[in-house]
């Protein structure tokens, strides 16, 4: 079997800042607790997982800018805290947002410094920054200063500068953070052409639908903890089932949803409430026969309106997130 | 779409001393620090100075110049990190794969190089004020030497950097070293001068040997440290040489300290 693009065991990393005046306080954060995963070679991989829950943490430890706690991950085979600089040629980082520029420069003048400290063949560097900004949609302005670029266009240009040295593999932060919906379409599409050269891409991302359109394999992450690496439809068949029902009404007794709850093809039952209605939102494997038997269960409510629609990774992911145990 | 990558340093190097010089020519407010400063030091000097002769008119010269140098090459050490901190620049530099090193030496020469030209304004500003020639001896002698203390000046500006990539709270250096600096390597008054017990701390500065062996070349008459002239070379060579070494080791280490912390990006 090949190695893997990425490999990590049971990596943990904590931060500890210091806090106050003399340097007395100190607080500990467990960013990652015990990280598991496995990314193959020309694979799209995402990770997902709510504000602070390790994601920038993971890519940039892999990344080498941070070292783990404890744990071991490879990175084309190589270890990421031994073999960091045979790691660092090889590999293209695009933090998402707005900083990490010189901006009293043009865009062109960025590429070309960070071409020279990757060591990009000379008679290479003019032609392939071009060829760069051209791609990533930035072929008229490379000229001007970034200070003057929108926060889209920073976006870009982050994007042309981790590609520029040809990494095989590619660590993508919330690249489409802050992107009007033209220019994250562009952007996507253009993380898909990287695929199709063989490049393997590691994304992270909060926008569900993205990485449900790209994504091969897809890991939330959770306070630190994987909580479910697989496939899209292999986590819909995780969290219980293909299809969503979601029943509004009024005055459900506790009763009858243990009752509803009880059912055998029926898991994940939250309720919420909105005003006076309550909503009941469930995993059903199949629609045909559960609707009966939920209707059933909730025979006193003739009001009840029902709709039912295919399971979203956002409802996967909430369901991932909210279990997660402490 | 492979392309060739190999990362080299001369290239990391020539490519700092470029973004340097373009980000310095983009900000006009530095020509404040690269000649305007210098100009008022020097006036001040000159009138500290003028009614004790031509000797130590040029003496005051030397000094002004030295802390427009080393004014600039701490900025290039220190600030412009703490600077690519802010900017959220420093990840990216140390995630390409040559040594941030190199990136700090190129911006350290730009810096010492504006400072030179802050010298050389000190130095024609004050020979007009003068009414008498400013005895300088050997002008190509004293331009060799005067380079050779940039170097010196760059070597302890190399290891200073190396505070400024470990923590971001380094910025009190600028505040201390930069006064602390001229008084002790003797810019503003000789080491001679000085209590007995700043001259050891003077002899751990490169730039004190260079600076005395410039004065040695440049000024008529002058007594500088006991060993003269070529004692003075040799010690600037061999101090300097240990800071080298120092910022060598030092760079690792440092690169480790901040990956394990994780502070590139606070700023
Ligand atoms: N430099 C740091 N010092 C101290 N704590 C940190 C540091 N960086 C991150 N953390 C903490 O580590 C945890 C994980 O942060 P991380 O940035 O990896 O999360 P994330 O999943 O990328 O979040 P987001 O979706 O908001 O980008 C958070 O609790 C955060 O406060
Ligand atoms: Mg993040």
């Known amino acids: ?326 | 779409m492979r392309t060739a990558v190999r990362p080299s340093r001369p290239r990391a190097f020539f490519a700092s001393l470029r973004l340097s010089l373009l980000l310095f020519l983009a900000d006009p407010q530095w020509v404040i620090p690269a000649t305007i400063a210098p100009v008022i030091f020097g006036f001040a000097a000159f009138e500290l100075y003028s009614g004790s002769g031509a000797t130590l008119v040029l003496y005051a010269i030397l000094g002004a110049g030295m802390m427009s140098m080393w004014g600039q090459t701490l900025y290039g050490a220190g600030w412009a990190t703490s600077q690519d901190r802010e900017l959220g620049t420093l990840e990216p530099t140390l995630s390409a794969p040559t040594s941030y090193l190199w990136v700090v030496f190129g911006r350290i020469v730009v810096n010492a190089v504006t400072g030179l030209v802050g010298g050389l304004v000190v130095f024609a500003v004050v020979s007009l004020a003068y009414p008498h020639p400013l005895p300088l001896q050997r002008p190509f002698e004293f331009l060799l030497l005067f380079a050779f203390v940039l170097v010196t000046l760059a070597s302890v500006g190399l290891v200073l950097s190396a505070v400024y990539v470990y923590t971001r709270y380094a910025g009190f250096i600028n505040n201390f070293g930069e006064f602390g600096f001229y008084i002790i390597t003797g810019s503003m008054f000789p080491v001679v001068l000085l209590p007995f017990w700043t001259s050891p701390i003077a002899l751990l500065l490169p730039p004190t040997w260079a600076l005395d062996a410039l004065r040695y070349a440049s000024l008529p008459g002058y007594v500088g440290f006991r060993w003269g002239f070529v004692g003075d070379l040799v010690g600037a060579v061999a101090t300097m040489l240990v800071y080298l070494t120092i910022a060598g080791s030092v760079y690792h280490r440092v690169e480790t300290h901040v990956l394990t912390v994780g502070n590139l990006q606070e700023y």
């Open chain 1, 1 to 326: 079997m090949a190695v893997p693009a990425i490999s990590v065991e049971q990596l943990t990393r904590v931060y500890s800042s210091r806090k106050g005046f003399l340097f007395n306080e100190v607080t500990r954060t467990e960013a990652l607790r015990g990280v598991d995963l496995e990314v193959a070679p020309g694979e799209l991989f995402g990770l997902l997982g709510p504000n602070g829950a390790g994601k920038t943490t993971l890519a940039k430890i892999l990344s080498t800018l941070l070292l783990p706690t404890s744990g071991r991950a490879h990175v084309l085979g190589l270890d990421v805290v031994r073999e960091a600089n045979r790691i660092r040629p090889r590999i293209g980082l695009v933090l998402g947002g707005e900083r990490g520029l010189y901006y009293r420069v043009s865009g062109r003048e960025n590429l070309r410094y960070f071409a020279d400290l990757y060591g990009i063949a000379r008679s290479e560097r003019e032609p392939r920054i071009t060829e760069m900004l051209e791609r990533v949609g930035l072929g008229d302005s490379g000229d001007r200063r970034v200070e003057e670029y929108s926060r889209g266009m920073k976006q870009k240009l982050h994007l042309a500068r981790g590609l520029l040295h040809a990494p095989e593999l590619l660590f993508l932060d919330e690249p489409t953070i802050g992107l009007d919906p033209k220019s994250a379409r562009e952007t996507r599409k253009f993380v898909r052409a990287l695929l199709a050269e063989g490049v393997t891409i590691f994304l992270t991302t909060h926008y569900m639908f993205e990485a449900e359109e790209l994504c091969q394999r897809i890991a939330v992450l959770s306070k630190g903890k994987i909580v479910a690496t697989d496939t899209v439809p292999g986590l819909r068949r995780l969290v219980g089932g293909d299809r969503t029902f979601e029943i509004d009404g009024y005055g459900f007794e506790d009763s009858e949803l243990a009752r509803v709850r009880a059912l055998p093809g029926v898991s994940r039952l939250v309720t919420e409430e909105f005003g006076p209605r309550l909503r009941i939102t469930l995993r059903v494997q199949d629609p045909q026969l559960e609707l009966d038997r939920v209707a059933q269960c909730l025979l006193g409510h003739p009001e009840l309106e029902v709709r039912e629609r295919r399971t979203a990774l956002e409802d996967i992911y909430l369901d991932l997130v909210e279990e997660e145990p402490a």
